[in-house]
C-alpha cells in the first residue's frame, strides 16, 4: 500500500492506495501532522511506500517518522515523471502541476489533455498526445476573487465560495448576487473561452477539471468536461508507482 501526503499551507491531504485503488482518505490542519500521522501509522501497517508533496517546509520531525516507517520519495521538480516535460523554467513548476500532469499522462483516452485545477488560484494545465508538457496559464481562484473585491472596495462585502447558492445567474439582482455572478459565471466564462480557443487547434482534447471549486464550476460551464476531485491525489500516487523500481 502507498501513504499519500499533501501538504499546504493551511491544510493537509492524507491517503492510502492500493493497487491504484484510493481506500482512505484525510484532511486536517497542517499543525496537526506529526500527531496524525504517528497515530495513523500505528494504527495502519502493511504500508510500505510514501511520497510527500509540499508547498510549505515540512517538519523535519514528520520527515523522520515517515523514513522510519516506509520507503519515501519527496517530490520536486528533480524526481522521474512519466511525462516529457518541455517547461522553459522546470525548477519553478509546482509540484502540484506535476502530480496533475502525471496523472493526466496514464489517463485512458486518446488525444491531448487539458487539467484545470480549481483551487487557491485556477490553474491550466496542457499535456499534447504524445504526453509532452507544454505549460498552460495561472489565474486567480474563486476565493481569491472574492477576497479581492473586498480588500480594495469600500463597501463590498467579503464573501465565500462555501456560500454561494446554485444556480448562479448570469445577471445578478442584488450586490451579493452581482458578485456571485461576477466571480463564478466570470470564471466560467474564462474556462470556456480558454477550452475553445484550444480546441481550435488540438480537436480531440479531453478535459479534466478538478480542485476544491471544481464542483461549483463544472455547474456553470458549457464544454464537455470530465471532474475528478482526487486528480492530484491520484497523480501523486502514480509518480511513486513510477519511482518504485
Known amino acids: 500500500m502507498n501513504l499519500i501526503l499533501d501538504i499546504g499551507n493551511t491544510y493537509c491531504k492524507l491517503a492510502v492506495f492500493e493497487n491504484t ?7 486536517f490542519l497542517a499543525g496537526e501532522l506529526l500527531a496524525r500521522l504517528t497515530d495513523f501509522l ?4 502493511g504500508i510500505t511506500h510514501g511520497i510527500v508533496s509540499s508547498v510549505a517546509k515540512i517538519p523535519p520531525k514528520s ?5 522510519k516507517s516506509l520507503k519515501l520519495i519527496q517530490l520536486t521538480s528533480k524526481t522521474p515523471i512519466p511525462f516529457d516535460n518541455k517547461y522553459k523554467t522546470p525548477s519553478s513548476l509546482g ?14 483516452t486518446q488525444g491531448a489533455k487539458l487539467v484545470i485545477d480549481a483551487g487557491t488560484c485556477i490553474t491550466f494545465d496542457f499535456l499534447t498526445e504524445k504526453n509532452a508538457y507544454l505549460g498552460g ?15 480594495f472596495t469600500e463597501k463590498l462585502p ?28 466570470g470564471a466560467s466564462l474564462e474556462i470556456d473561452a480558454y477550452i475553445d480557443r484550444i480546441k481550435k ?7 479534466i477539471l478538478t480542485g476544491g471549486d471544481s464542483l461549483l464550476l463544472s455547474k456553470n460551464l458549457k464544454n464537455s468536461i470530465f471532474v475528478h476531485p482526487n486528480f492530484l491525489l491520484e497523480g501523486l500516487d502514480t509518480i511513486l508507482e513510477f519511482n518504485k523500481d
Open 21 to 27: 485503488k484510493l481506500i482512505v482518505q484525510k484532511r
Open 42 to 45: 500505528k494504527k495502519n501497517t
Open 63 to 67: 520527515i523522520a517518522l515517515l523514513e
Open 95 to 108: 509540484i502540484d502541476r506535476i502530480a496533475l500532469m502525471a496523472k493526466a499522462a496514464s489517463y485512458p
Open 137 to 151: 496559464a495561472i489565474s486567480p481562484g474563486l476565493q481569491m476573487r472574492y477576497k479581492a473585491m473586498h480588500t
Open 158 to 185: 467579503l464573501l465565500k465560495t462555501e456560500d454561494v447558492k446554485l444556480p448562479v445567474s448570469l445577471i445578478g439582482n442584488t450586490t451579493v448576487a452581482c458578485m456571485d455572478s461576477g466571480v463564478v459565471c
Open 201 to 207: 487547434k488540438y480537436k480531440d482534447l479531453t478535459v
